[in-house]
C-alpha cells in the first residue's frame, strides 16, 4: 500500500508563491507516475499537472500553464509543486497521487490508485 503525503499549503496573497511537496512511503515508487490535482468547493477534482509517459516532459492545466511547475526532488523522494503568480481561483485542496497503470494518461484522474489527503491552499484577493 502506498502512501503518499502532501505539505505545503498555506494562506498566501494573490501574486505570492507556495511550494507544495508530496512524500511517498516508499523509495520505490517511479516518480513519474504521479501527479497533482486540486478541487475547490463546489467543483470536481480537476488535473493540474503531470510529468508525461517519458519522463521528460510535463503536462499542465491549461489554467495554470506558465505558472505551475512539477518536479522531483530525489534527494527528498518528492514531488513537488512549485506555484507562482497565484490567482484566487487557485484556491483549492491540492492533492497528489499516483497511477497504479504507469501507462495510462497521466491526465486523467481515474488513471490515479492512490491518492494523499490532500493540502489546503488559499489564495486572498
Known amino acids: 500500500q502506498v502512501q503518499l503525503v502532501e505539505s505545503g499549503g498555506g494562506l498566501v496573497q494573490a501574486g505570492g508563491s507556495l511550494r507544495l511537496s508530496c512524500a511517498a512511503s516508499?523509495?520505490?515508487?517511479?516518480?513519474?507516475?504521479m501527479g497533482w490535482f486540486r478541487q475547490a468547493p463546489g467543483k470536481e477534482r480537476e488535473f493540474v499537472a503531470a510529468?508525461?509517459?517519458?519522463?521528460?516532459?510535463?503536462h499542465y492545466a491549461d489554467s495554470v500553464k506558465g505558472r505551475f511547475t512539477i518536479s522531483r526532488d530525489n534527494a527528498k523522494n518528492t514531488v513537488d509543486l512549485q506555484m507562482n503568480s497565484l490567482k484566487p481561483e487557485d484556491t483549492a485542496v491540492y492533492y497528489c497521487?499516483?497511477?497504479?497503470?504507469?501507462?495510462?494518461?497521466?491526465?486523467?484522474?481515474?488513471?490515479?490508485?492512490?491518492w494523499g489527503q490532500g493540502t489546503q491552499v488559499t489564495v486572498s484577493s
Open positions: 497521487a499516483t497511477r497504479g497503470d504507469y501507462y495510462r494518461d497521466p491526465r486523467q484522474i481515474g488513471a490515479y490508485s492512490y
Open positions: 516508499t523509495r520505490t515508487l517511479n516518480k513519474n507516475a
Open positions: 510529468f508525461s509517459l517519458s519522463g521528460g516532459s510535463t
